[in-house]
């Protein structure tokens, strides 16, 4: 999936594991939760517009992963003070790509990071351990639609939920009633 879904994830998991005490068990919830939920929304964006390899002659493209990455910044300007712990590890599996696209870039070689290892752990974990694996063969009977530039809507779409999502908890977490205004009596 792309950053703003990852990002929106890890703020919901943190924010959700709020209340517990002490506070290093929601931070090793928090962790766990946001890792593996990358995992699952990585098998999930087979239903999105997730080419493999960018298109930088492909104006949508180009337009597209423009406003993601806008809309990354964006929710990282909002967010990341108050729910890095979330965010981060949501997104960490992602170190990967700067690891392996960086190489190739600057041209320079780093033996021990040709693979995606992080990525990898999740596939194994998604692939070959149940209920994760379960999980993996439903979402693996949706179509895929990596191709399809229309398909970029089921992602926003589930980023519009996610925002919602994110608006009720913050509602919920509201004192609903209002104290009492002094009386003059
Ligand atoms: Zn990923």
Redesign the pocket.
Known sequence: ?QEPT?ILTGVIIQKSFGGIRPRGLALGLTATLAFLS??F??EL?RITFHPADPDFHSPFWVGYHAAVLMTSILFLFLWWKKYKWGIAFAAL??V??IFIHGQGIFHIQIPFYRQ?H??DL?HLIYHRIPPFSWLTSIVNRLPNDRHNPWACLWEVLLVAMLLLTLRLMTMAERPSVRPAKLQVT
């Open positions: 999936m990852h990358h995992g929304l990585d964006a599996p992602d990967d790509w995606p992080l990525h999740l």
